[in-house]
Nanobody
Framework: QVQLVESGGGLVQPGGSLRLSCAASGSGSIFSSFHMGWYRQAPGKQRELVATIHSGGGTNYKDSVKGRFTISRDNAKNTAYLQMNSLKPEDTAVYYC?????????????????WGQGTQVTVSS
């Protein structure tokens, strides 16, 4: 079982920056095989994908955060990050970390999908 713990959220003024961290435990050396993602959910809205980084290092971003947010990972530390710059009030949400892996083993497909508990990000003056 993999546990994900997010940290780094808080209150920041518009235009400010935050760096979220997602530390994985229980994954051992296979953390590098997981695709990692950051999602967010604002009050009254559905959870949405913000950014992903694949096991191979490729990244994808929601259009509204391109150029402002950067997702990265440190496999040696079993940690994923989301650097958020030029924050806007509409970025206010609970941010969740996700770890996903789908693999074939002995002819069977095994899927692993883990979520953190979330960290609040509030952008307000």
């Amino acid at each position: 079982q993999v546990q994900l713990v997010e940290s780094g959220g808080g209150l920041v003024q518009p235009g400010g920056s935050l760096r979220l961290s997602c530390a994985a435990s229980g994954s051992g050396s296979i953390f590098s095989s997981f695709h990692m993602g950051w999602y967010r959910q604002a009050p009254g809205k559905q959870r949405e994908l913000v950014a992903t980084i694949h096991s191979g290092g490729g990244t994808n971003y929601k259009d509204s955060v391109k150029g402002r947010f950067t997702i990265s990972r440190d496999n040696a530390k079993n940690t994923a990050y989301l650097q958020m710059n030029s924050l806007k009030p509409e970025d206010t949400a609970v941010y969740y970390c996700n770890a996903y892996l789908s693999a074939l083993s002995l002819g069977e497909r095994h899927t692993y999908d883990y979520w953190g508990q979330g960290t609040q990000v509030t952008v307000s003056s």
